[in-house]
């Protein structure tokens, strides 16, 4: 916390040294992952497959000059992973599926930022993504009457508020792009966010917990605590670690500076 006061602090600094200040929104579209080594370790049983979410906020750059400035931003956004696999049935018939672990968080963003003479800028700093919500459902299945079977109470899972997932994450992030102006006092900007998450994104349960099933474990949560094969596998719990690669295309209205 203290380093988001640091933030505020610079931000205020540079209102009062009358540079420029950046008001705006943005959107942003990203490729989203959950990265955990039991799920790795599956094959073809559970495997990672590419996901893709949106998500947007408000934000104030505050410049202190030319070339340095802060960021503190407040915006919805939403971590999933799609995970694939084949499961063998009794009679030896292959069931191929896709299932969607999505978290849907309030995020809080502290960035330093630098900024080049042609409108070409980097950014650095932490990221708090609190919990809103979870889902988890099955998107396909090529024996439809099998999913319950498969999948039991898992099939559907909606709105599940941390339970499965960590109430508070911290990502780091670096981001780079290019703002340019599009009228007077009007900005737009293009640019590519990372992050990275630090802590573990799903809520660990002990070993009690898991072999009494209580709580009932959501389909991610029951491969991170699983190691491989999950058919056949017991209980070790690994860290889950989430990750972020986001398109971001905003708008800004500019107040003083040069």
Request: aromatic share 12%; net charge negative; glycine share 12%.
């Amino acid at each position: 916390m203290k380093f988001f006061f640091s933030i505020l602090f610079i931000a205020f600094l540079g209102i009062g040294m009358n540079a420029q200040t950046m008001i705006g929104a943005r959107g942003q579209v990203s490729n989203t992952w959950m990265f955990n080594k039991n799920l790795s370790d599956n094959g073809d049983l559970v495997d990672y497959k590419g996901t893709f979410t949106g998500g947007g906020g408000i934000s104030v750059i505050q410049y202190l000059n030319e070339t340095v400035g802060v960021e503190v931003g407040l915006g919805v956004n939403t971590v999933a992973q799609r995970t694939q696999g084949e499961f063998e049935t009794f009679f030896g018939d292959d069931i191929d599926y896709v299932y969607e672990t999505s978290v849907d968080y309030l995020e809080i963003t502290a960035l330093f930022k630098a900024l080049s003479d042609g409108g070409s800028y980097f950014e650095v700093g932490p990221m708090i993504m609190l919990n809103q919500s979870e889902t988890e459902n099955v998107i396909d299945i090529s024996d439809p009457d099998l999913e319950d079977d498969i999948f039991g109470t898992q099939t559907q899972r909606d709105n599940r508020v941390a339970e499965d997932f960590s109430k508070t994450l911290l990502f780091g992030v670096i981001g780079f792009g290019v703002n340019f102006d599009v009228a007077d006092n009007l900005m737009a900007g293009v640019g590519l966010r990372l992050a990275y998450s630090f802590s573990d994104s799903v809520e660990q349960v002990t070993e009690d917990q898991y072999n009494e099933g209580d709580p009932d474990l959501g389909w991610y949560s029951t491969i991170a605590h699983t190691d491989a094969p999950l058919d056949e596998g017991e209980y070790d719990p690994v860290t889950t670690n989430a990750a972020i690669a986001g398109l971001n295309i905003a708008l800004y209205y500019t107040i003083g500076g040069n």
